[in-house]
């Protein structure tokens, strides 16, 4: 008997040993999927970035803008200010700035790898995210630095040229004055930001000269209504109307305004070879919505 005891213990101990033999993990087996990559976070990405990282980032071309070494910087800076938030709390995303991180050599704008940092009205405040390549979900910092580069995204120098603006003052304040009659809120005002020559014919005494406004309220939430087609907030919240619609140039011939053009109208006076004040007008007269006459 104690023979056939031994003969099975000997069997059982063969079986457990077999390279078939199913083994089962242990609550707390810490060598369970030892072998699968943690996902990268937010803040290992963002903390490991460095300029050549960076490519393709969507500054405005009006103004002097941050080199991608320093770009980098600020987002490393970042990589420490997260907080709690949430899309509410965030509300409308303002400003966006958006490039490519860590993009494969042979397509600078893979998707995969774009970044987005947007900026909304709630200050130092900054909402994070990207492609799929990218870390998942939304990273919210408060990082003022990095707020205040996103906010002042669509900030360019501006000037009002003073002999312009004496010489035609009356004209450029009825213009603003019907502006300001378009925008049917009393809470919003129509300010005059820039005055600037875009022509300058004096040998047939043709001239034309941008007149730029932008819309303000003590609220930038009275402004919102006003955010159609291509216009945009600066970083002192002065709502830019979309150039792409309105008739802002201002053309004057012989010294005397004649009336207001839209960008189309100037582009094609510029494109062609004119020799009097009468090949403008005729150039006017081809174009659907070119020109109001005072």
Same mark, same amino acid.
């Given at each position: 008997?104690?023979?056939?005891?031994?003969?099975?213990?000997?069997?059982f101990a063969l079986v457990g040993c077999s390279p078939d033999a199913t083994t089962y993990p242990q609550p707390g087996d810490d060598s369970v999927n030892s072998n699968e990559e943690e996902?990268? %976070?937010?803040? *290992? $990405?963002?903390?490991?970035?460095?300029?050549?990282?960076?490519?393709?980032?969507?500054w405005s071309i009006?103004?002097?803008?941050?080199?991608?070494?320093?770009?980098?910087?600020?987002l490393r800076n970042s990589a420490a200010c997260q907080t709690d938030s949430s899309e509410e709390?965030?509300?409308? %995303?303002?400003? *966006? $700035?958006?490039?490519?991180?860590?993009?494969?050599?042979?397509?600078?704008?893979?998707?995969?790898?774009i970044l987005n940092l947007s900026a909304g009205f709630q200050e130092n405040l900054v909402r994070i995210s990207g492609g799929d390549a990218l870390p998942g979900g939304i990273f919210y910092v408060e990082d003022e630095q990095l707020y205040w580069m996103v906010r002042s995204i669509n900030d360019y120098e501006t000037s009002i040229e003073e002999p312009a603006l004496s010489a035609y003052q009356d004209t450029i304040e009825a213009y603003i004055a019907e502006e300001q009659g378009k925008c049917g809120n009393p809470a919003v005002k129509v300010e005059l930001l820039s005055i600037e020559e875009?022509?300058?014919?004096?040998d047939i005494g043709v001239a034309a000269y941008s007149i730029g406004t932008v819309l303000t309220a003590d609220s930038p939430q009275e402004l919102m209504q006003y955010m159609a087609g291509g216009a945009y907030f600066d970083s002192l919240l002065r709502l830019h109307p979309d150039g792409n619609s309105?008739?802002?140039t201002m053309l004057v011939i012989n010294g005397t305004p004649v009336g207001f053009l839209n960008w189309e109208a100037l582009d094609a006076i510029e494109s062609q070879d004119i020799s009097s004040s009468e090949d403008v007008m005729d150039i006017l007269s081809q174009g659907k919505d070119w020109f109001k006459a005072i």
């Open positions: 008997m104690i023979y056939l005891i031994g003969v099975f213990l000997l069997c996902p990268v %976070s937010w803040e *290992t $990405l963002l903390s490991s970035i460095h300029g050549e990282d960076i490519k393709n980032p969507g009006y103004r002097e803008n941050p080199t991608n070494d320093e770009l980098a910087q600020y709390t965030f509300g409308e %995303s303002i400003w *966006t $700035l958006e490039m490519y991180v860590d993009t494969p050599p042979e397509d600078e704008w893979d998707y995969d790898h875009r022509m300058n014919r004096s309105v008739r802002s």
